[in-house]
């Protein structure tokens, strides 16, 4: 099994970088994704191959992936970025997906 | 663009076997770069995976699970299936089907996600 932390929350002011962390052993080795799931939605995929945003995910959505830390910004974050965000990797010689244990983001 | 949507009980028996079934449209389960997935989340919890199966009814599942679960697609149907066995009330959670993307030999992600369909195990 792959372990993978992530803090249970964050909170951050209108207008204001929120950064969130998920550490896995050597994480750096893998490609991360990462998921947005607002109050009573299914998970979105903001972020995949470490850095990449899916069409229409706005650009204040970036991160990076390096040593056993991949790390998502928020920058500028607005009201509709509360939501729990949570990071995804992959072990592809077993095929097995892992997911971090979620981080809840509040915009105070 | 792809859609997915869950159908099946939202009340299963403790012991009994939870099945659900994923629709989806906009798309084929037969294309060849597409994983279909099921994940699960137990109320107020994180996300868990359960497993994938391919178009050719190949599986993987997550080892805490594997004793209990099977996949299985229906070209025809355009539809892919889950099984859990033996259920108990720890199996109580919102069961989202999804399609996982690979590009290459160690990328991958899951997009998209269906609504979600909750399944409580009842004593």
């Known amino acids: 099994s792959y372990e993978l932390t992530q803090p249970p929350s964050v909170s951050v002011s209108p207008g204001q970088t929120a950064s969130i962390t998920c550490s896995g052993d050597?994480?750096?080795?893998?490609?991360v994704c990462w998921y947005q799931q607002r109050p009573g939605q299914s998970p979105v995929l903001i972020i995949y191959?470490?850095?990449n945003r899916p069409s229409g995910i706005p650009e204040r959505f970036s991160a990076s992936n390096s040593g056993n830390t991949a790390t998502l910004t928020i920058s500028g974050t607005q009201t509709v970025d509360e939501a729990a965000y949570y990071c995804?990797?992959?072990?592809?010689?077993?095929?097995?997906?892992?997911f971090g244990g979620g981080t809840q983001v509040t915009v105070l | 663009q792809v859609q997915l949507q869950e159908s099946g009980p939202g009340l299963v028996k403790s012991s009994e076997t939870l099945s659900l079934t994923c629709s989806v449209s906009?798309?084929?389960?037969?294309?060849?770069?597409?994983?279909w997935s099921w994940i699960r989340q137990p109320p107020g919890k994180g996300l868990e995976w359960i497993g994938y199966?391919?178009?050719?009814?190949?599986?993987n599942y997550n080892p805490s699970l594997r004793s209990r679960v099977s996949m299985s697609v229906d070209t025809s149907k355009n539809q892919f299936s889950l099984k859990l066995y033996s259920v108990t009330a720890a199996d109580t959670a919102v069961y989202y089907c999804?399609?996982?993307?690979?590009?290459?030999?160690?990328?991958?992600?899951?997009?998209?996600w269906g609504q979600g369909t909750l399944v409580t195990v009842s004593s």
């Open positions: 999804a399609r996982e993307m690979r590009r290459g030999s160690n990328v991958n992600w899951l997009d998209p």
């Open positions: 906009g798309g084929s389960v037969s294309s060849g770069d597409s994983y």
């Open positions: 199966v391919y178009f050719s009814g190949s599986t």
């Open positions: 050597k994480l750096g080795d893998k490609y």
């Open positions: 191959q470490d850095h």
């Open positions: 995804q990797a992959w072990d592809s010689t077993a095929a097995l997906v892992f």
